[in-house]
């Protein structure tokens, strides 16, 4: 069951393939910012996917971050989500996110996601093809 104020997190070293140089969003070479998006949400998809009913994913639907420090390659950075708030159709998801390195907080903000079929929303997708 859903609850507010579970919380989930994660850490990860910045290596070569999260820098902004290699995702092609910056031409430094520090964690790029779609990198910590990326883990924001996939900590906050494995926070509640073990709660849903079967054949439910969840899927983003928003994301709001700033990412206010540069962390180096090969400094761990620690990921954490909490479910801060369920809509009334019990729907949609928001969690607030936070980054931090091993010097100081780097990003923060919140991440909507929407619970979904799997099913019927890859067969939706799948139908634009014709």
Same mark, same amino acid.
């Given at each position: 069951?859903? @609850? ?6 994660? @850490?990860? /070293?910045? !290596?070569? +393939?999260?820098?902004? @140089?290699? &995702?092609?969003?910056?031409? =430094? +070479? =520090?964690?790029? /910012?779609?990198?910590? $998006?990326?883990?924001?949400? +996939? =900590? ?6 073990? #709660?849903?009913?079967?054949?439910? !994913? /969840? &899927?983003?639907? %928003?994301?709001? &971050?700033?990412?206010?420090?540069? !962390?180096?390659?090969?400094?761990? *950075? !620690? $990921?954490?989500?909490? #479910? =801060? ?8 998801? /928001?969690?607030? *996110?936070?980054?931090? +390195? ?7 903000? @919140?991440? %909507?996601?929407? $619970? $979904? ?14």
């Amino acid at each position: 069951m859903l @609850t507010l104020g579970i919380k989930n997190e994660k @850490t990860i /070293t910045v !290596t070569a +393939d999260l820098l902004a @140089t290699h &995702v092609g969003s910056g031409s =430094v +070479d =520090v964690f790029a /910012t779609p990198a910590m $998006i990326s883990c924001m949400e +996939d =900590v906050s998809k494995a926070l509640v996917e073990e #709660l849903l009913e079967e054949g439910r !994913t /969840t &899927v983003g639907i %928003q994301v709001n &971050v700033s990412h206010i420090a540069a !962390t180096p390659e090969g400094m761990k *950075v !620690t $990921i954490s989500s909490e #479910l =801060v708030s369920i809509s009334e159709n019990g729907k949609i998801l /928001t969690f607030r *996110v936070e980054a931090f +390195d091993e010097a100081e907080k780097i990003g923060e903000g @919140t991440h %909507q996601r929407a $619970i $979904i079929s799997k099913e019927r929303f890859e067969q939706k997708a799948k139908a634009k093809l014709g």
